[in-house]
């Protein structure tokens, strides 16, 4: 059984950074999809950024695009991580890892979809204030 197991999450002022986590643990992570998405009070969840765990090309939402770096550890291989630089207010939500087998992917469009993921976390609270 997977287990996905975020950290890093807290207040910031707008312009801050802050690193969010994610230990994965249960399986082999080679043929795998990592991504994280969020979800602000009232909204749907919406993705934020993805990586295959084995190549390690990242796709990103626009609204993050140049700000935010998904990546996942080479000597740590069970660590991934959310690099969130340059935030805004709008960027306050709760953030979640999510993985699932590279094979229930068609293409990398895929990977921006959520129903598409099996493997959740519990989340983390990232607030950026003004």
């Known amino acids: 059984q997977v287990q996905l197991v975020e950290s890093g999450g807290g207040l910031v002022q707008a312009g801050g950074s802050l690193r969010l986590s994610c230990a994965a643990s249960?399986?082999?992570?080679?043929?795998?999809?990592m991504g994280w998405f969020r979800q602000a009070p009232g909204k749907e969840r919406e993705f934020v950024a993805a990586?295959?765990?084995?190549?390690?090309?990242?796709?990103y939402a626009d609204s993050v695009k140049g700000r935010f770096t998904i990546s996942r550890d080479n000597v740590k291989l069970n660590m991934a991580y959310l690099q969130m630089n340059s935030l805004k207010p709008e960027d306050t939500a709760v953030y979640y890892c999510?993985?699932?087998?590279?094979?229930?992917?068609?293409?990398?469009?895929?990977?921006?979809?959520?129903?598409?993921?099996?493997?959740w976390g519990q989340g983390t609270q990232v607030t950026v204030s003004s």
């Open positions: 999510a993985g699932g087998a590279a094979d229930q992917f068609s293409s990398i469009r895929d990977w921006e979809n959520s129903y598409k993921y099996d493997d």
């Open positions: 249960g399986r082999t992570f080679s043929r795998y999809i």
């Open positions: 990586i295959r765990w084995s190549v390690g090309v990242p796709v």
